[in-house]
């Protein structure tokens, strides 16, 4: 059974979250998976698999696979972080096997298709006609009645119709056992597979899967890898690994085009690593307003510090850009009254830039807890942690900085 409350970012909607597992798992035989709207759609696009972490054991044996796959659910039980754990159902049902005799089909002159038609006809029904009653049509199906069909002596009693006239019964040309089998056989990459599932709550989603990992490596070496035995990971975390990747090379890129575009502008490492000195100052709001809202770093959560890079930046250009025009076009000596002067008459702008951008992002921080806003929650709360502590810190970092290191610049 699938969950997907309305909301779960907001306490409210976890303390929801925690409430239904604790109440549904009282229902006996039930399986249940709790997930928010958005997060239910993103796993089962990414992976398939309806939880936000799928391990995939891949074999032939499907008696083995639930066998490592209990083994497995068993190992990560107990690991911090794990919830909605559970297996993909699979069970044994009863089934009526017939094994055909080639060689006695043979000698009578019969294949498997005649056997394949009288046995179909008998169990599954064949439409025969049709029957009409008023404005209502039904087919009319023939078919051995139930009492029958689930008689395997009485199956084995159906008679074959020979190719130069006569009849032999059925038994004289296959075996109708009882056995069983499972209710269904799922495949992926041309091999039969089957999952093990699970969400995360209260930890972070890498944190998590690298313990699962670590359990379930002795049971991953002792599958039978030479018959084709193997486990994969999938579900959310393997996309969050992949942008994590991509958005860090992305960073290291932006960061050097950041530094060249500022160089062309003041001429000066000096001064353009001044500016640069805003994105630690931002991250210390980031990740304290991450920490203050229970969240851990997502993919969302990086984009917000990628967009809080540049807008804090800018901020920056402004307070240097003015201390530069001071010195060198108004007269001013490099002194601290300098400083202070500039950072007087560069307040009203350095703080309409930090609150428009600030303001427009509060309804979204706000709005945790309603529908949507799952991955724009995050982004909102990065960029404006980042925005009160780096505009906070450039009035008394950055002015430090540039008494400190930026004379020979300046003059």
């Not at 055909?100 to 179909?120: C, Q, T």
């Not at 499972?182 to 992926?188: A, C, D, Q, V």
């Not at 003015?322 to 300098?338: A, D, I, K, N, S």
């Amino acid at each position: 059974m699938i969950i997907t409350p309305v909301t779960t970012t907001s306490a409210k909607g976890k303390k929801i979250l925690a409430d239904l597992r604790e109440e549904l798992t009282q229902v006996p035989g039930a399986v249940i998976a709790v997930e928010q709207p958005l997060q239910h759609v993103i796993s089962q696009m990414l992976s398939g698999v309806k939880a936000q972490i799928g391990i995939k054991l891949y074999g032939d044996n499907l008696g083995i696979l639930r066998a490592k796959a209990r083994e497995i659910e068993a190992a990560i039980r107990d690991v911090r972080g794990v919830r909605d754990l559970m297996v993909e159902p699979q069970i044994e049902i009863p089934q009526l096997r017939i094994d055909l005799d080639r060689k006695a089909l043979a000698s009578y002159g019969l294949n498997s298709d005649d056997v394949n038609d009288l046995v179909e006809t008998a169990l599954n029904g064949q439409v025969v006609s049709e029957v009409v009653l008023g404005q209502q049509k039904f087919d009319l199906v023939v078919r051995l009645d139930d009492r029958f069909r689930q008689d395997p002596q009485q199956i084995e009693r159906l008679t074959l119709d020979l190719p130069g006239g006569g009849q032999v019964p059925l038994s004289a040309v296959a075996h109708v056992v009882e056995a069983s089998g499972p209710n269904t056989i799922n495949r992926e990459n041309v091999r039969r597979r089957i999952i093990v599932q699970c969400n995360t709550a209260g930890r972070d989603l890498a944190g998590v899967v690298a313990e699962i990992q670590h359990r379930v490596a002795p049971i991953q070496a002792s599958l039978p890898k030479d018959q084709g035995y193997s486990i994969e990971y999938s579900g959310q975390f393997e996309s969050q690994q992949s942008a994590t990747r991509t958005i860090g090379l992305l960073s290291l890129v932006s960061l050097a085009c950041m530094l060249l575009t500022l160089y062309t502008l003041f001429r000066s490492f000096n001064l353009s690593l001044q500016v640069l000195a805003a994105l630690p100052m931002a991250a210390i709001g980031a990740v304290g307003a991450l920490v203050v809202t229970g969240q851990s770093l997502t993919v969302a959560s990086m984009v917000g510090f990628i967009s809080l890079s540049g807008i804090a930046s800018r901020n920056g250009i402004l307070l240097i850009a003015h201390y530069l025009h001071l010195v060198r076009y108004e007269g001013e000596q490099f002194t601290p009254e300098m400083i202070e002067r500039a950072g007087k008459e560069r307040l009203a702008p350095m703080l309409m830039t930090a609150l428009t951008a600030g303001i427009a992002l509060v309804p979204l921080v706000l709005a945790s807890g309603e529908p949507g806003k799952e991955i724009l929650y995050p982004v909102a709360t990065v960029i404006l942690g980042g925005l009160i502590t780096s505009s906070l810190l450039d009035f008394f970092v950055r002015p430090s900085l540039f008494w400190l290191f930026g004379r020979r610049a300046a003059t």
